[in-house]
């Protein structure tokens, strides 16, 4: 507990991101580098789903904001969360908190927004795909980060610029994916599908569920459970979704017939 209290002490960070600009004329500083940008953006196909997703209603001039803004802080936040990784994934409980949470920002994802807004709530919405992407990435980071940490050795200085760089990278994918998108909706329900998918993933790898299922059914029965809860995931989202985004469109065809 000492050394993650020390971790929210700002003088801390300093040192460690300070500490490592030291090392940029070693080789193999710049290996690792490209280690990092490499696996965030291997890692990275689900969350330009999710900023490609959440950002798709938003109105043409601001989605470039949205995929910046969005990913940015997802990065930052990766950052920040690489530091408490190895506490954090020890916490029983944690995945299935974040795991029911991703299921409400996937099933969210499918429903369409009211046509009808003003400046302020276009605004509003813009912080809104912001939000759903940031948590989302911490949601689904949990196990990705590990792999970065790894690569980073500790050094935060080489972290933090690894991720910085592939920033630009995962905005371009987020826009390509918007763009088919936009062609193929068809493709929302099959990226809404992936998201409800990293849900079953995430909540069965819980520390308490697979604590508990693990030792019953071995290393290879838990891997087909763990596709099973997968699957059950992408289902309930399109379930979930379908139903909400019917009930949405029923409700806002009530008004229009109203006004009418």
Known sequence: MDSIAQMTEPATWLAMVTSGWSEMNETAFWVA???????????SGDNAVVIAMACRGLPHRQRLWGMIL????????????????????????????????????????????????????????????????????????????????AAAQGNMALLVIGLAISIPLIVAGAALIMALLDRFPILVWAGAALLGWIVGEVIATDPVIQGYLEPRFGAEGFHYIMLFAALVGAVLVLLVGGLWRRSKLAAHAERVGVAE
């Open 33 to 43: 580098l490209l280690k990092i940008m490499w696996i965030n953006i291997l890692l």
């Open 70 to 149: 969005g990913a940015g802080v997802a990065v930052l936040l990766r950052i920040v969360f690489t530091v408490f990784v190895a506490a954090l994934m020890l916490l029983p409980w944690l995945k299935i908190v974040g795991g029911l949470a991703l299921f409400y920002i996937a099933a969210k994802l499918l429903v369409p927004d009211d046509p009808d807004e003003d400046e302020t709530e276009a605004a509003e919405h813009l912080w809104r795909a912001v939000q759903i992407v940031a948590i989302a990435d911490i949601i689904m980071s949990l196990d990705n980060v590990i792999a970065i940490a």
